[in-house]
């Protein structure tokens, strides 16, 4: 069955999952014991932020051309971008970062689905390029896993 949310709906979800990760990122980056890793997660708390303040405005109707009205339906299935399994409190922190990797694949994956359905224009780039700067977080975060997960050894 197809899910069918109008554009407000879909971003609401958005700016939702945009506040969820940056609270990930911050509480990541308090606990964080190399500096930079917490350089990196407070640079994706700040961009996450920035997401989210780019879809409030969305939402407010400023984007101007290229937008899509705030009841229009979008009839394809964007609730599957937005599912993911809860994190728990005892998860170690190699499964924290895999989680947030799969949660910026998941992103990625919902905004350039939503920039497809728009017409080409200045909203359509705007999505692109959340896009890009999601799958540029997941490379970060799967970086951050790969030297949690696979330690070097002083042995090289």
Known sequence: MTTKLTVADVLE?????????????TR???TA??????????????AEKKHEELLRRYLR???????????????YRIAEHLAEPSLEPDMKLAE???AAANREKASHDFYHALAGAHPPGNVRRLLEELASQELEHKQHVEYLYTEVAFPQTDGG
């Open 13 to 25: 979800r958005a700016i939702q999952k945009e506040i969820e990760s940056q609270e990930l990122y």
């Open 28 to 30: 990541l980056g308090r």
């Open 33 to 46: 014991t190399d500096a930079a890793a917490r350089d990196l997660l407070g640079q994706m708390t700040r």
């Open 61 to 75: 109707g400023e984007l101007g051309e290229g937008a899509l009205a705030r009841d229009h339906v979008l009839d």
């Open 96 to 98: 924290i970062l895999l």
